[in-house]
């Protein structure tokens, strides 16, 4: 779905191990020299990202860029494929969620305990995700405040509280806010991050004070899409919530 001239949501059928079928949304932001990935979807499911890329039209060599905003492993799951199949493809990272990609630090939901509740096969795909992960190269590290020479400009929110280095991304000339995590759409309405999948809810909630004022006509949540009309009285609530 094109929601501006360079924006595409993509709508991607995932299949988690733990919670069942649903839809995640990937972002394209198409510039002159390429575009950028905004997440990359669950590990074991390249076929349904390659679908829904090739239903926008989009090749795999289109590709320039993968911003991963952040570690969970319905982001993170294809971009070790996505690296092998696209040469030169730049990472993007929050700089308190690359030791978790490199391997320094343990995934904080994919504790071994987390792994063994996971079918026999899915296990295996986590272990070699986690061999392979140590070896991507480049990445470029995100810091809070970092303004991205993509789609017109786009700024790193860091949004603690679902992960670590969880971040959001704002588009000032869209009015577009790309909220990942931390915000998503359930029937309609706007509500805050899954409580069951954020470790620290308080802080989660705490960080959507870095949203309040913002000029935003449309969020796009990567669990429940588009959210069209302004949604600041909703984040506004929710993030007097947390404080």
């Given at each position: 779905m094109e929601i501006r001239p360079n924006?595409?949501?993509?709508?991607v059928n995932m299949l988690s191990p733990l919670y069942g079928p649903s839809s995640i949304y990937p972002v394209l932001i198409r510039d002159e020299d390429g575009l950028t990935l905004v997440d990359t979807g669950m590990l074991g499911q390249f076929a349904s990202l390659k679908e829904a890329l090739d239903e926008s039209g989009v090749r795999l060599t289109d590709i320039?860029?993968?911003?991963?905003?952040?570690?969970?492993?319905?982001?993170?799951?294809?971009?070790?494929?996505?690296?092998?199949?696209?040469?030169?493809?730049?990472l993007l990272v929050h700089e308190i969620e690359l030791p978790y990609l490199n391997g320094s630090q343990p995934f904080i939901k994919m504790s071994?305990?987390?792994?063994?509740?996971?079918p026999v096969p899915f296990q295996e795909m986590v272990q070699g995700l986690l061999q392979d992960l140590?070896?991507?190269?480049?990445?470029?590290?995100?810091?809070?405040?970092?303004?991205?020479?993509?789609?017109?400009?786009?700024?790193?929110?860091?949004?603690?509280?679902?992960?670590?280095?969880?971040?959001?991304?704002?588009?000032?000339?869209s009015e577009?806010?790309?909220?990942?995590?931390?915000?998503?759409?359930?029937?309609?309405?706007?509500?805050?991050?899954?409580?069951?999948?954020t470790p620290d809810m308080p802080l989660a909630l705490q960080s959507m004070h870095k949203l309040k004022g913002l000029p935003i006509r449309t969020v796009v949540c990567y669990h429940g899409g588009v959210y069209e009309g302004s949604p600041q009285a909703l984040i506004d609530s929710l993030s007097d919530s947390g404080s």
């Open positions: 924006i595409t949501v993509l709508k320039k860029r993968i911003l991963i905003t952040h570690q969970d492993i319905d982001h993170i799951g294809n971009v070790v494929l996505l690296t092998k199949e696209i040469p030169n493809v730049k071994p305990d987390r792994v063994r509740q996971m140590p070896h991507l190269d480049p990445i470029q590290v995100l810091r809070d405040g970092d303004i991205l020479p993509i789609g017109g400009g786009a700024e790193v929110i860091h949004t603690p509280g679902h992960t670590p280095g969880h971040i959001c991304l704002y588009l000032r000339n577009l806010l790309l909220a990942a995590d931390e915000l998503r759409v359930a029937e309609g309405a706007l509500v805050g991050p899954l409580e069951s999948a």
